[in-house]
């Protein structure tokens, strides 16, 4: 258990913009102009060596202050564990209950940031799979192949590069918890089946991204949402979200 | 009767951003990067215990200032009333036609501030449901359930806690009338029908939403924005709104 | 013919951000977010008592600044002239091809104010209605009824007052020209033709809206693109634009 | 060769807004809020005399610094150069792969200014374009008329004046490769096959557009996305991209 620290609102004091305590309120305002932390949804949370920065439950997204901030370590914490001791808490908030899925990230993943969103393109991707028999096989991973912005997304943990043009990405599904702490056991059912998987989609309530650093899971984030978006309106235009494109050779030498 | 106040203009001058006289010009600048209060409509309204700060007519959202609020008094306040006697009133400016659903809102149900929009997702929500039959029980309430943003929700006045995932979320719907103020009965009414609700849909016209205080309208507005727009590219992917969805149980102890 | 200015660049010089030169360049910002102007499109006119400030062609919308407005005055200026002497001329533009239908509304309808945009939701609705038959008179004019934001319409020139909720909004289609000060005659026809509206569409082109001052322009233009907005998602889900809804009475004495 | 540089940072350091050093970021945060750069995709190159100025690869656009530009000379570049030699290089980034691309654009078109997106609007006509058949000549052009924005448009290289509203707007599309560079050789192809174009969209993956300065690329980028939205809107609704609308005449003297 972490000790103590003396001053804890040192955590979230930085005239560094890209203190973790900075970064997150300027990201989700982000967010909130991209409709993804609307109603005070969603959430962001960035892991500093050992530490651990989350925004609070419930807070305006757009509105959110470096002091609105949760610290936790990371040492000895498992996401499944009930009673979480932090380092830092802000007066009159309460946790996140998306924690533990952000731990899972961070534990298990060795992530540096993950992001959850509402948004409502990944909301409706998810919709489409269901419609293709709940509970069915093809209704628990979105494929999508041969768009540029594939190349977006690393090739999984520990693997040099990023995924080509021709590739397809693979986001599993995981069915929705009434209780958002409930989805970690799914969660880390679907990174253990899907081990090069960046993202989780929740099936009627959004995604969870994540990258080695911020930048990778805001990249990674933004290039999913893209493709959610295109996905959707490729249905509505009735075209297939896996094609056979022959590859092109360059012809000069 | 309200008593006149010697300084009106001190009613709405304060250097607190969360001063309500501030807040409604902050507020509705964001609706309006919306689209809920395009070309002057909607409004927004805040009650400061027994001071209420509404927003004038006619005015362009994004342009409001603290100098052009009203304030009245809620002590003797109908909703009905023909007559008002506001504390403070702009210099050129009318009072809102909303100025008495507000006021139900506060009366009625305790609440601390009520946003109304005229969000073009809820005009088309209420259009989709009177496709099913003017005047048709079923073209009377707008019902959704199993997504996420539900929890955005009280579950209502004096009731502890938000909806559930599975909860089914209902808004009633009721008629537009030529002038907004006559809209006021018709709110009450179905205020009694559905005690639950913070929300009433105006057919083919937006949304009035309420909430205990400014944060819970707020995020129960977006929150409502965010499931009409759902919903009506849901109608256009031919999902349903109502599903049966079985409920998930954590499997670890 | 106007007389020469002594200063003409004083004519643009205020700190006033409600002058004329001022408010263009942010009216013409604003609407580059909402998409009205893209690509150097549209634009924007403001008449002041016989001083007209006209922004140029071909600039980009969002950047404009108050020294690139031409200034003219309204006296002896028939729409169709072919030469025009303005009171200032910004060094390195060219005038708008806008021009006599901004000084058409000016002239012909006592407008302070003209809206000219390419919103694609404008030019969608006139795309629909020549669906219905090209040159047919189905395909000439654009009807809504029974939408509150009709409300944000006034009657009519030298009528009191706005258009009701039940009532019906005409806007009239013209077919676009060539070049673009070739549609003055065929904007003035339809002005003839609908002497109460604000607005007049141009067929694969956009729209031009005007208002007794610039308050009344900036509101009767995003209530139309509102309406069109709505008119394009309403037809996309097979909703009519006009309908019969009955008119609901207040019940309470 | 281009000789070294003394002080390489001097050439990105300027107090002028419209320095490109300056100009790049600018234009890439607004196009970020466009949604044409979306997960570091896209970017934006600026050629002065013989300099020319470029993002680097796989930076967030809208938080691009001047610091972040490469500089190189145009003198005896080839665009199938492997090897390039950077006057500046900004220390922590990898090139753009759009390098080549940009430099095309430059040395076979005179090009001031290049931009690259992105944009889903760019994607999806590449899609619907696709489904008429993979590799058929239908596929292999996209061609609309008779929509006032065609006029953002320069008739060709060295042609003076714009497209008419019933001119046909010809944009050549190309296969997309697996490495962006190799795109090359196509997009010189299609140059030379369509002589008079600003733009190449290329398949699955988005549209490089370019013209004499950047105000001129960046009007014809914006002018073309609008045409993209348009197009795939008016497909959804039924409505043709090619059609046959009768000139009209002015009628008066």
Chains 1, 2, 3, 4 share one sequence.
Request: contains cysteine; charged residues 20%; aromatic residues 8%.
């Amino acid at each position: 258990m972490a000790a103590p620290v003396e001053n804890p609102d040192q955590l979230v004091t930085s005239s560094n913009p890209d203190h973790p305590a900075n970064l997150i309120p300027s990201l989700c305002a982000k967010f909130w102009t991209l409709g993804w932390v609307t109603g005070t949804g969603g959430g962001c949370s960035i892991r500093d060596d050992n530490l651990v920065y989350i925004a609070p439950s419930g807070v305006q997204k757009e509105l959110m202050k470096p002091a609105d901030i949760y610290v936790l370590s990371l040492k000895d914490q498992e996401p499944s564990l009930k009673e979480r001791t932090y380092l830092r808490s802000p007066p009159s908030y309460k946790p996140s209950q998306c924690t533990p899925l952000f731990l899972a990230a961070f534990t298990r993943r060795g992530a540096g940031c993950c992001i959850h969103t509402h948004s409502h393109w990944a909301v409706l991707v998810t919709l489409l799979l269901e419609a293709r028999g709940q509970g069915s096989p093809a209704s628990k991973v979105f494929e999508i192949n041969n768009i540029e912005q594939i190349k977006g997304f690393g090739k999984g943990m520990g693997k040099v590069g990023n995924l080509g043009y021709h590739d397809t990405l693979r986001i599993p599904v995981i069915e929705n918890t009434p209780h958002e702490e409930d989805l970690t056991e799914f969660l880390e059912a679907a990174m253990e089946e899907y081990p090069d998987a960046y993202a989780v989609l929740v099936r009627r309530h959004g995604v969870y991204v994540w990258g080695d650093n911020v930048h990778k899971a805001k990249t990674q984030c933004e290039s999913l949402d893209y493709l959610f978006q295109l996905a959707v309106e490729m249905h509505q235009l009735g075209l297939p979200w896996i094609s056979d494109i022959p590859q092109i050779a360059p012809q000069r030498s």
